[in-house]
């Protein structure tokens, strides 16, 4: 089944049909101000933590609602609807509706008994604050008086979660008030008020571009006995200009637009957390809000469009393409914005930065905004503690110098986290080679940055003292132990339970390292430290993870071992195969060998498998997965994130046309036609799919937030595009389905737009024959920043 298309000149996914298995969301705002938003206008807002900033409420994992809504009444007969499908809900033979979900923007347009309506939501770049703008057009032959009511629910307070469980406190602390053209939610009246006599919790929904003629600041005098789909003020066809003193507020604010045939009238609602008189400042400059709408939306559009430029191709796939150029790139910058903090389905608690999660998700956009990258990047570097791990929450408030660890109860309680985790300070390893290889700003090696304890270094210092950390946490054959989680959060080895996935990615930071230390004199004697290190891990993979087709995931803490064919269950797992490839770990016959066996085993038409066969009866104790279904989750279901690897994996090793079959097979916009299968929106990926074992295999979850947004991102751009940066320059070497003629690709690189065609008449699946400047040969394979110049033609021939 099909609900909507993607349509890439304006870069939108547009649902035709509202009806989707589940809501299909869109993100609005800014780190300062957040706002979910779906097709039927469900979703919320916060200020900076979706827990703990809470302005709007929202019924998880129920029936979408509330949301932003906009009702519209014919003042003739008392006919109503929504201007969204929902909470009306209008028989769809009569009502016509289209949502277009955009680069931050979301717009609902519908179509009833002649009354056209559109409903932009937006929040205007760097601000915080949020705008839903509403024009009604006439689209009659006779003059048409049209009611519109705006309808917004305030939670009580901002924590989310008093809201919900604490009535018998947060009922009794807030009122609404009334003011010509909003309402004002008053939280603690009488508390902690500076000057103006307000304390900074004061929330507003106000309308401007037409007088309001009723109003209620009340919930239950807005619904009534009915829920939204009815509500009593919009039935009565004027609200009862009540406010709300003790229960639940909200906005609501009717005005009536009189319509001669033919004629638009636009009206905005604006929202948002202030007090009086900036809430009556930011309304005025609305006052006409056709001309301040479509210039903030324009301001918006250009800040997304132009980061989104930064990398444009077009290759004969339409999944492909929309995924780079639109879909997949928004969906990083989501990531790497919110974290795992605010969706459908993480209500706002994880009240942080994870530090394996944010330090992958820089990677997903540091090739469309290296500085955006960098500053991430030397955040999550003050982060690290002086000992070289990282705190495996980096709190929104994050104090670098001094922050409490996981060795100190305080952190424990605050966070809920512990014990440090094996990978988190390794992912810094690729993250920090691929901004330098992207920028050639070598340079940053040598900035000072705070840890999160105590202390500073260079970035080079803190990259050391995490290869330290390691160092100093190996397990019963000297290779990394796996601590409180890998990257596997169900994983527990503890500290002499071994870890092969961070084996890899140990091996990969020394030999990263290593490079980028290359030339430089002072760090000559680390730099064969490196090696030998390396060299000596590398041997130890050997001996202990290789098992004839496969790598083995581990040991236990009791040394047994995990991921050996010879086991009832979990005999086989998927990312230290891929991860044997992507460090360069495994020789040329181990590579092909283990990504073999994980595509005879391991694949299943809607991806890969992480494990099987799945948990059920012989797990160890450290095997947490166990909780879950079968293959669900880490349980041996397609965890979106390790696909992303294996995509990788395959293209590194040239195999174009394996690497393409793994981007399809998980990729959300080639569900479009049968969305179906995978319920969640086909423009973004979901954590993970189910696999064979459950009653519907296919189905995704977990939307939006996830790490998939980066690692398939760089599967696609480095993988497959074969984009490869290195500290030198530039390196293209595709490994894409033999049967293409080629593609192209536009690319921003360390500050010039290079044209890049990619020529595949032979009909390789990978190898580049030759590069050509402007049609002249280039003398190496690595365009380096002196060959290139700005508009220049690059032709890669395949
Ligand atoms: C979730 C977590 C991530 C972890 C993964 C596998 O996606 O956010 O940190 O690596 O699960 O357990």
């Known amino acids: 089944m099909q609900f909507g298309y993607f349509d890439d000149l304006r870069r939108e996914y547009v649902i035709t049909d509202p009806r989707t298995p589940m809501p299909w969301a869109n993100y609005l705002g800014s780190p300062a101000y957040g706002a979910i938003v779906t097709q039927n206008a469900g979703g919320y807002s916060f200020v900076k933590s979706g827990a703990a900033g809470r302005i709007l409420r929202y019924t998880f994992n129920q029936f979408d609602e509330p949301g932003r809504y906009v ?10 609807w929504s201007a969204s499908w929902r909470p009306v809900e209008k028989d769809l033979k009569d009502f016509h509706t289209v949502t277009r979900h955009g680069t931050a923007y979301t717009s609902i347009q519908a179509d009833y008994r002649d009354i056209h309506s559109e409903v932009l939501y937006y929040v205007p770049l760097n601000t915080d604050h949020e705008v839903w703008c509403v024009r009604v057009t006439n689209q009659g032959r006779t003059e048409r008086k049209i009611g519109v009511f705006g309808y917004c629910e305030f939670t009580t307070e901002s ?71 009815e509500p009593q003020g919009v039935l009565d066809g004027k609200l009862d200009n009540t406010v709300n003193f003790n229960g639940n507020p909200c906005g609501a604010l009717h005005t009536v637009l009189t319509l001669a045939p033919g004629e638009s009238r636009t009206i905005a609602f604006v929202l948002g957390q202030k007090g009086e008189k900036a809430a009556e400042a930011l309304l005025a400059r609305y006052a006409d809000p056709e001309a301040v709408v479509s210039a903030e939306w324009k301001t918006l559009c250009d800040y997304w469009h132009g980061k989104l430029d930064h990398l444009h191709i077009e290759t004969p796939d339409h999944d492909l393409n929309t995924m780079v150029n639109t879909w997949n790139a928004f969906q990083c910058f989501t990531t790497f914005v919110w974290s795992r903090a605010a969706s459908l389905i993480y209500a706002g608690e994880r ?27 030397c955040f999550m570097l003050s982060a690290q503690v002086h000992h070289g791990a990282g705190l495996p929450l980096v709190k929104f408030d ?22 440090y985790r094996a990978d988190d300070a390794m992912w810094l390893f690729p993250t920090v080679y691929k901004y330098i290889a992207e920028t050639g700003d070598l340079a940053f090696l040598d900035e000072v940055i705070p840890f999160a304890d105590y202390d500073e270094g260079t970035v080079i210092e803190h990259l050391k003292r995490s290869i330290d950390f ?60 490196l090696k030998e290190s390396a060299a000596d891990i590398l041997r130890k993979i050997n001996e202990f993870f290789w098992e004839d087709d496969r790598f083995l995931r581990g040991y236990t803490q009791e040394g047994a071992v995990i991921g050996s064919k010879h086991d009832p269950e979990a005999a086989m797992w998927l990312n230290p195969q891929s991860w044997s490839v992507i460090s360069g770990g495994a020789t040329r016959d181990q590579a092909e060998k283990s990504m ?55 293209a590194l090793l040239g195999h174009g046309n394996r690497a393409f079959q793994y981007f399809k097979e998980s990729c959300p916009a080639a569900y479009n036609e049968r969305a179906e299968i995978r319920e969640v929106e086909p423009y973004v990926h979901s954590q993970f799919i189910e696999g064979h074992e459950t009653p519907q295999p296919g189905r995704a979850h977990v939307h939006w937030l996830t790490g998939t947004a980066s690692t398939v991102m760089v599967g696609m751009v480095e993988g497959i ?34 044209h890049i065609t990619v020529d595949n008449k032979a009909h390789h699946e990978s190898g580049v024959q030759s590069v050509l400047i402007n049609g002249k040969a280039a003398d190496s394979m690595i365009l380096t920043d002196d060959m290139l110049s700005d508009g220049d033609q690059i032709t890669i021939v395949m």
């Open 721 to 754: 595009l074969g984009l490869r940066p290195t500290p030198n320059g530039l390196r293209i070497s595709p490994s894409i389905p033999a049967e293409w003629d080629g593609f192209t690709m536009d690319k921003y690189f360390r500050g010039k737009n290079l």
């Open 398 to 419: 994050h104090n670098p110098g001094h922050e409490d660890t996981p060795e100190q109860d305080s952190y424990v309680r605050s966070t809920g986290h512990p014990a």
């Open 470 to 529: 390691t160092m100093h946490h190996l397990g019963f054959h000297g290779l990394p132990a796996g601590l409180h989680a890998d990257w596997n959060d169900c994983l527990v080895l503890g500290a002499s339970g071994e870890s092969s996935f961070v084996a890899f990615q140990f091996y990969m930071a020394m030999r990263q390292l290593e490079e980028l230390l290359e030339g430089r004199e002072e760090y000559a004697e680390y730099r064969s430290w």
């Open 159 to 229: 924590f989310y979660t008093q809201d919900l469980v604490n009535m018998q406190y947060t009922q009794f602390i807030t009122v609404t008030e009334f003011h010509k053209d909003h309402i004002l939610q008053r939280i603690n009246q009488f508390c902690d008020l500076n000057a103006d006599g307000e304390n900074g919790r004061e929330r507003f929904f106000g309308m401007t571009g037409n007088p309001v003629v009723s109003y209620t600041g009340r919930r239950e005098r807005f619904l009534g006995v009915h829920r939204f789909h």
């Open 71 to 80: 009702y519209l009444r014919d003042e003739a007969d008392g006919d109503f």
């Open 351 to 377: 009240n942080g930065y994870g530090y394996r999660d944010t330090v992958q998700d820089i990677q997903g956009i540091i090739h469309l905004d290296p500085q955006m990258a960098k500053e991430r990047l």
């Open 596 to 650: 073999q066996s994980v595509y005879d085993i391991l694949n299943t038409p809607n991806g890969i498998e992480l494990l099987a066969p799945t948990y059920k009866k012989h797990y160890f104790e450290g095997a947490r997965m166990r909780l879950f279904n079968p293959t669900t989750k880490e349980n041996g279901g397609i965890f979106c994130q390790s696909q992303g690897w294996a995509i990788l994996a395959e």
